[in-house]
C-alpha cells in the first residue's frame, strides 16, 4: 500500500537507496538488516503505539513481522475482509499473525459493507472507487478505537517511491487517507522485491505468503466482471481456488508470474445431469512478466488444462465452461476488470 502523497513529497530525502547499499541476496545479510531495523524502530517509536492495515500480501506481511519482532503488542495490525480476498487468505492471516505469532490484530469482516455497497454497479472505475473509499472507512473507524496509537506503518518497498507517478499510481486504490496525522514507519522503502521475500524468509514468514503472486487491492472484485453477485463472486473463489491447486500440484505456481480466474457476467447453455444448465465460463489467465507494463502468456500443458476444467465444472457451482484467455499485454491487460 503506498503512502499518502503529501507524507511521501517531504520524505524524498530519506527514500533514496544509498548506492554502497549491499543487495540482501543471502539469509546473513537478511539478519543483519533486520538487527538493525529492530534497533532503529525502537528508537523511532518508543512506547507508543504503531497501526498497519495489514492486507495479508508480501510487503505488509513482512512489515508486520518484522514489527513484532521490534515492539510485539505495541503494532496494532488491522486486516479488513473485504469479502473480495481468495480463497483461505484472510484465514492465513488471523492463523499466522494472530495465533502464530500472538501479535495484536484487530480482524474486520467488513464483507456485508462492500457487497452491500457494490452491489448493481457495473463500471469498473466506480467499483474500484467503492472499495478504496470504504477499505478508508472501515480502517479510520478502527484507528480510531485505538487509544495511544502516534505512528502509522506502511509497507512502501523501492519500487513504489521510484513507480509512485508510473503505472503503480492509478492503482493505489487502497491509500490510506491524506489527513491522518500519524508519523509513517516504512522499515522496507528501500528494499527491492526479492530483499523483501529474503527478509520474510528470515523472519520465519511461510513460503506461501512470501512468494505470493501479485494480487490486486480490489481483489476478486476486479476479476467478478459487471456488478457483483454473491454467487457468482463465490463461483470465482471456488474456481480460483482450484486453479490454484492444480498450479502448485504441477511446479506451475512456482513457476508463472500471476494466474487467475475471472468470470464474466454472462451465462450460456450446457447440460448437467442429463439436464439444460445454464452458466458462467470461468476464464484462465495465466501470465508472465518482469514489470507488469507487458506480459507473455505461459503454456499451460493441455493435461493440466483438462483437470482444471473438469474440477471446475464439476466441483463449482455456477460454472459450465473453462476458457484459456492467450493474448497478451499489450493488447489485453493483466486483469480482465
Ligand atoms: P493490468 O491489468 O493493468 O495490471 O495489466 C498490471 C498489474 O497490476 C496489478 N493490479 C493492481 N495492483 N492494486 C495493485 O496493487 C490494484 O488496484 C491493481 N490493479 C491491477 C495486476 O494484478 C497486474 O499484476
Not at 93 to 110: H, P, R, S, T
Not at 271 to 284: F, L, N
Request: glycine fraction near 8%; aromatic fraction near 6%.
Amino acid at each position: 500500500m503506498a503512502p499518502p502523497r503529501k507524507e511521501r513529497s517531504n520524505r524524498m530525502e530519506n527514500n533514496k537507496r544509498p548506492e554502497t547499499m549491499a543487495r540482501i541476496n543471502t539469509p546473513a545479510l537478511a539478519e543483519a538488516f533486520i538487527n538493525e531495523q529492530v534497533e532503529a524502530i525502537r528508537a523511532q517509536v518508543g512506547d507508543k503505539k504503531v497501526l498497519l492495515a495489514l492486507s495479508g500480501g508480501v510487503d505488509s506481511s513482512v512489515v508486520a513481522a518484522l514489527l513484532i519482532k521490534a515492539i510485539g503488542k505495541q503494532l496494532v495490525c488491522v486486516h479488513v475482509n473485504h469479502g473480495l480476498m481468495r480463497k483461505g487468505e484472510s484465514e492465513q492471516v488471523i492463523e499466522v499473525f494472530g495465533k502464530q505469532m500472538d501479535a495484536n490484530l484487530v480482524y474486520v469482516d467488513a464483507t456485508d459493507r462492500f457487497l452491500d455497497l457494490l452491489a448493481g454497479v457495473s463500471e469498473p472505475e466506480k467499483k474500484r472507487k467503492i472499495i478504496g473509499g470504504e477499505f478508508i472507512k472501515v480502517f479510520d473507524e478502527e484507528a480510531a478505537k485505538q487509544q495511544g496509537v502516534a505512528f502509522l506503518a506502511q509497507g512502501t518497498i523501492y519500487p513504489d517511491i521510484l513507480e509512485s507517478d508510473g503505472v503503480k499510481a492509478h492503482h493505489n486504490v487502497g491509500g490510506l487517507p491524506e489527513d491522518m496525522q500519524f508519523e509513517l514507519v516504512e522499515p522496507l522503502r528501500l528494499l527491492y522485491k526479492d530483499e523483501v521475500r529474503m527478509v520474510g524468509d528470515a523472519l520465519g514468514l511461510p513460503h506461501s505468503m512470501v512468494y505470493r503472486q501479485p494480487f490486486p487491492g480490489p481483489g476478486l472484485g476486479v476479476r467478478c466482471l459487471g456488478a457483483i453477485t454473491r454467487d457468482r463472486l463465490h463461483a470465482l473463489r471456488e474456481a480460483d481456488a482450484i486453479l490454484r491447486e492444480e498450479f502448485h500440484n504441477c511446479g506451475l505456481a512456482g513457476k508463472v508470474w500471476q494466474y487467475f480466474i475471472a468470470v464474466p457476467d454472462m451465462k450460456s447453455v450446457g447440460v448437467k445431469d442429463s439436464k439444460r444448465y445454464e452458466g458462467w465460463p470461468a476464464i484462465i489467465r495465466a501470465v508472465n512478466t518482469t514489470d507488469a507494463m507487458t506480459a507473455t502468456i505461459e503454456e499451460i500443458p493441455y493435461e493440466v488444462l483438462h483437470r482444471i476444467t473438469d474440477r471446475i465444472t464439476a466441483e463449482v457451482p455456477g460454472i459450465n465452461r473453462v476458457l484459456l484467455d492467450l493474448t497478451p499485454k499489450p493488447v489485453g491487460t493483466i486483469e480482465w476488470e
